[in-house]
């Protein structure tokens, strides 16, 4: 209890800033009557402990919960369970997640206004769906790319720049108007509760293997999540549009 | 009563939300590996703090951070910003790209994912990695990138050229910085963007949108959660190279001294 408090606390000097911009801009800037922000106050408060709960909710389960899963996975030292599990927590979590579901609407009525699609419902569902696909398919191989990496102690900075070097190629032959989706479906499928989940796999999974070290080995596989589905999209799109 | 209500439904949609992974994840730990799980009480109470957390924390930022966005945008455009025969220079611009870097700053420092990854880096480095210092780097590369969307959404820069100017930038640090820093500083960027940064990004590039009648807020919209999730390597790896030359500098002055 006295460690919640802590954390609503802390809470407080993180929203801080927040407050003093808006305030800021508000009364000084644009020399509005401050009586014009009451309504934002509710909001405010219930973020403040919304971020209470979430932070103390992320250290007391799903950081050791995502350690020991790695721990117990490395233990067993089967390579093919492991690459599995991976893949299917990657693909699982980012098909099932609401933010992608959003963007991929938003994305098809963007290419029908583009016009690389006709304008009709169905046409609509079916982009939508070929998204959220290749996106889950997209983020299920960066987690399975990131265990193999952290498991063979792969160094990661060739892969990343690689893959720049490949979205740029894709950037020019792709259509235009999935190349803002694209690059923007990795930063959507990255939440709150696959970041955490992420960092601490790599983190356990890189100290229960002899030889490699948590913080150069650990971390790296959010970066493969934001890189995949933008060469994954661009590639699907570039495909399809051949056809 | 209605607040009662919209809890309601924003708690179902969160769960829906989180429940699924902490089930699978479950599920492979106990009946796949066959493991006890040790401190069941707190694994399943966090597992309700995190989603009651998510549950306010989405309700809250709908009514306050959202809002308060779309609100500035609007007040702090130029008076011809409308008018589409005009067509205002981009400078005329300037207070919404000062308001951009500094709420998306102040959001990327509220960002609980950017505080718990921090803090874990800070351990793991044995406090070598300040907590403090890595987040406030992260917050600036967040800043960064969407204050360069803003500029784009507005000047209509063409969202590859932008992308391949960062991918420039990371790749010549990638050469410069020291090799232990690189997969965290690459991950920096996807953690700092999840729950607070985004609704507040996308109140920003929405506001803007509608208020460039020759902008389709289709079109031009995205692009800036890409940019966002980007910046941040440059300015971590620029925090690490700093630390760097600080630390070969007070060596140099050592040696002098003795």
Redesign the interface.
């Known amino acids: 209890m006295r460690l919640f408090g802590r954390m609503i606390l802390g809470t407080l000097r993180d929203m801080a800033p927040v407050v003093v911009v808006v305030l800021f801009f508000h009364s000084i800037v644009l020399g509005q009557p401050i009586s014009r922000l009451f309504p934002l106050l509710e909001g405010t408060l219930l973020v403040v402990a919304g971020l209470a709960l979430l932070v103390y909710g992320l250290e007391l389960a799903l950081f050791p919960l995502g350690e020991a899963l790695a721990n117990a996975l490395a233990l067993r030292g089967s390579f093919l369970w492991l690459v599995a599990f991976a893949f299917l927590l990657g693909f699982g979590t980012t098909f099932a997640e609401p933010a992608l579901t959003a963007v991929a609407a938003e994305a098809a009525r963007a290419a029908a206004a583009g016009g690389a699609i006709e304008h009709t419902p169905d046409a609509l569902e079916s982009y939508a769906l070929g998204l959220r696909f290749v996106v889950a398919l997209a983020v299920g191989c960066a987690l399975t790319l990131g265990v193999i990496r952290i498991v063979f102690g792969w160094p990661l900075a060739p892969m990343i720049i690689g893959g720049y070097v490949l979205a740029t190629a894709l950037a020019f032959v792709a259509p235009p108007t999935v190349i803002g989706i694209a690059s923007d479906s990795g930063g959507v499928t990255t939440s709150v509760v696959t970041v955490p989940l992420v960092t601490a796999l790599g983190i356990g999974l890189a100290s229960s293997l002899t030889g490699r070290n948590a913080m150069s080995d650990g971390f790296g596989t959010v970066a493969l999540v934001l890189l995949m589905p933008m060469l994954f999209l661009m590639a699907y799109a570039t495909i399809l549009s051949w056809i | 009563m209605d607040?009662i209500r919209e809890f309601g439904s924003t708690l179902g949609?969160t769960a829906?939300?989180?429940l699924?992974?902490?089930v699978?994840?479950?599920f492979?730990?106990c009946v796949?590996?066959r493991?006890r799980?040790?401190?069941t009480r707190?694994?399943?109470?966090?597992?309700?703090?995190?989603?009651?957390?998510?549950?306010?924390?989405?309700?809250?930022?709908?009514?306050?951070?959202f809002?308060?966005g779309r609100m500035?945008v609007e007040?702090?455009s130029p008076a011809d910003a409308h008018d589409a025969s005009a067509a205002p220079a981009w400078t005329s611009f300037h207070?919404i790209y000062l308001?951009a870097f500094?709420?998306t700053?102040?959001?990327a420092?509220?960002e609980?994912?950017l505080?718990?990854?921090a803090?874990?880096?800070n351990e793991?480095?044995g406090g070598a990695i300040n907590t403090w210092g890595l987040r406030i780097a992260a917050a600036v590369g967040v800043a960064l990138g969407v204050t360069l969307g803003c500029i784009r959404v507005v000047a209509g820069i063409p969202?590859?050229w932008c992308?391949?100017g960062v991918?420039l930038v990371?790749?010549i640090q990638?050469v410069t910085s020291p090799?232990?820093i690189?997969?965290?500083a690459?991950?920096t960027?996807?953690?700092s963007?999840?729950?607070?940064t985004?609704p507040v990004v996308a109140a920003l590039g929405l506001g803007l949108a509608e208020l460039l009648p020759a902008r389709?807020p289709?079109?031009?919209?995205?692009?800036?959660?890409?940019l966002?999730?980007?910046v941040p390597?440059i300015t971590v790896l620029a925090y690490a190279q700093i630390a760097m030359l600080f630390e070969k500098w007070a060596e140099r002055r050592e040696r002098d001294e003795a």
Do not use: E
């Open positions: 607040l949609s829906r939300d989180v699924p992974v902490a699978f994840m479950l492979v730990y796949v590996l493991q799980l040790a401190h707190n694994v399943v109470a966090g597992l309700a703090f995190v989603t009651v957390g998510l549950a306010l924390l989405l309700l809250g930022v709908d009514k306050a951070l809002p308060a500035m007040q702090l207070l308001f500094c709420i700053f102040a959001a420092i509220a609980p994912t505080f718990a990854v803090q874990r880096v793991l480095s969202l590859h992308l391949l991918f990371i790749a990638t090799r232990m690189l997969p965290l690459y991950d960027g996807g953690v963007t999840t729950v607070v985004v389709n289709l079109l031009d919209g995205f692009g800036m959660v890409a966002a999730c980007m390597a």
